[in-house]
């Protein structure tokens, strides 16, 4: 099993397994171009030529950035493929210079094991949150936990790591 950063080429992979999650309500589907788009912030799980696993780094601010889209294969699951993702998106976090890690799940044990903890509102500072309520992206607006996006889409858990 090698854990890397995901290339233009593993974006049917990535592709297959958030159709997979996604079918069930437990991840939100994204346009294929959108996984274009943002193959740099991935990293995959690839067993042979297969991705068998997923996990995204998308940058909110300065020192804050969502962990998104972490998949792995169901005959998978329980293996440790999701652990290694996630330690590979603490990392990169890391080096970028991030502090704190947030995410939206229903795995809540999961990432509670990982030292998330479960948070109500945005915890940013006022201006932060002003120039965050400009951006475009979807997942933004949930962090921001913004009326445009509620109810809250999946019905899932807003949680928050400092590092």
Not at 6 to 17: F, S
Not at 53 to 78: I, P, S, Y
Not at 112 to 137: C, K, M, N, T, W
Request: hydrophobic share 45%; charged share 25%.
């Amino acid at each position: 099993m090698e854990i890397r950063a995901a290339r233009t080429a593993d974006v049917r992979g990535i592709r297959r397994l958030v159709d997979e999650y996604s079918l069930g309500g437990r991840l939100l589907s994204k346009e294929t171009v959108t996984l274009y788009e943002t193959v740099q912030e991935f990293v995959v799980a690839i067993e042979g030529e297969d991705v068998v696993g997923c996990g995204a780094l998308h940058v909110l601010w300065e020192d804050l950035a969502e962990v998104r889209t972490v998949a792995v294969q169901n005959r998978l699951k329980g293996t440790g493929i999701g652990r290694a993702i996630l330690a590979a998106i603490v990392e990169r976090a890391g080096e970028l210079g991030v502090k704190r890690l947030f995410c939206l799940t229903f795995e809540t044990d999961f990432f509670a094991s990982h030292g998330f903890v479960e948070i109500q509102g945005a915890p940013v500072e006022p201006e932060v949150y002003a120039q965050l309520l400009r951006s475009y992206d979807e997942g933004i607006a949930e962090f921001l936990d913004l009326e445009s996006v509620k109810p809250n889409t999946l019905g899932n858990t807003r949680m928050l790591r400092n590092l």
